[in-house]
């Protein structure tokens, strides 16, 4: 299975004052990159974080979002969101929560990445766009987005499409049901913690 990707976005950290006046320093205002780049084990070359506490690291190399929900956010908030709204490295169509699990492993040009884990909304998105509910509806709904680990580093383009080579075990869907709506499903949990691939950090915080 192949699944397009619409565009790639890198950014460095900034600042910029929200509509409440509030001071925010954050990478999450990012820009479409045109030409080839290189992908690490870390991010796109060029693409870094305000808060390395909770942004960073292996297994949040990159961050994915669902083209597929741009149409209902707009129909919800009565705007247009341009691609790269959501603050990801790579917009990508018809791959969404409920289609990808955690531990799918892609081709993605000359690298290889793996889903390890859902993308758990922050202020920021809300504060960059001026929607204070922003984080509370993305929970509700689940339209998440979802972050990769880069199993082997190459040269990726916004051309390139995402190739499906294995298969994980549970989706990124389950394991937002699990975080938010369904804590005491034991059984769902232990389908997550199972997963071999689930990133460290989130398998700790599950175990607790």
Same mark, same amino acid.
């Given at each position: 299975?192949k699944?397009?990707?619409?565009?790639?976005?890198?950014?460095?950290?900034?600042?910029?004052i929200?509509?409440?006046?509030?001071?925010?320093h954050?990478?999450?205002?990012?820009?479409?990159?045109?030409?080839?780049?290189?992908?690490?084990?870390l991010n796109?070359?060029?693409d870094?974080?305000?808060?390395? $506490?909770?942004?960073?690291?292996?297994?949040?190399a990159?961050? *994915?979002?669902?083209?597929d929900?741009y149409?209902?956010?707009?129909?919800v908030?009565?705007?247009?969101?341009?691609?790269?709204?959501?603050?990801?490295?790579?917009? @990508?169509?018809?791959?969404? $929560?409920? $289609?990808?699990?955690?531990?799918?492993?892609?081709?993605?040009? $000359?690298?290889?990445?793996q889903?390890?884990?859902p993308?758990?909304?922050c202020?920021?998105i809300a504060?960059s766009?001026?929607?204070?509910?922003?984080?509370?509806?993305?929970?509700?709904t689940?339209?998440?987005?979802?972050?990769?680990? @880069?199993?082997?580093?190459?040269?990726?383009?916004?051309?390139d499409?995402? *190739?499906?080579?294995?298969?994980?075990?549970?989706?990124?869907?389950?394991?937002?049901?699990?975080?938010?709506?369904?804590?005491?499903?034991t059984?769902?949990l232990?389908?997550v913690?199972?997963?071999?691939?689930?990133?460290?950090?989130?398998?700790?915080?599950?175990?607790?």
């Amino acid at each position: 299975m192949k699944y397009s990707i619409q565009s790639i976005f890198i950014g460095k950290p900034q600042t910029f004052i929200s509509k409440q006046g509030k001071e925010i320093h954050t990478a999450f205002r990012k820009n479409p990159v045109e030409q080839n780049i290189f992908l690490g084990k870390l991010n796109f070359e060029g693409d870094l974080q305000a808060d390395l $506490e909770h942004h960073g690291g292996p297994d949040k190399a990159v961050c *994915v979002y669902p083209f597929d929900h741009y149409s209902y956010w707009e129909k919800v908030y009565g705007r247009s969101f341009s691609l790269g709204a959501f603050g990801e490295n790579i917009t @990508v169509q018809h791959l969404t $929560e409920n $289609e990808v699990s955690i531990g799918d492993v892609f081709s993605l040009g $000359e690298a290889v990445v793996q889903v390890v884990q859902p993308r758990q909304p922050c202020y920021k998105i809300a504060a960059s766009h001026g929607l204070r509910d922003f984080p509370d509806k993305i929970v509700k709904t689940g339209y998440s987005g979802y972050y990769l680990r @880069v199993l082997q580093e190459g040269m990726v383009s916004a051309h390139d499409s995402f *190739v499906l080579k294995e298969k994980g075990s549970v989706t990124v869907a389950n394991v937002n049901r699990l975080l938010y709506h369904e804590k005491k499903d034991t059984h769902l949990l232990q389908m997550v913690l199972d997963e071999p691939a689930l990133a460290e950090g989130l398998r700790k915080s599950l175990m607790k």
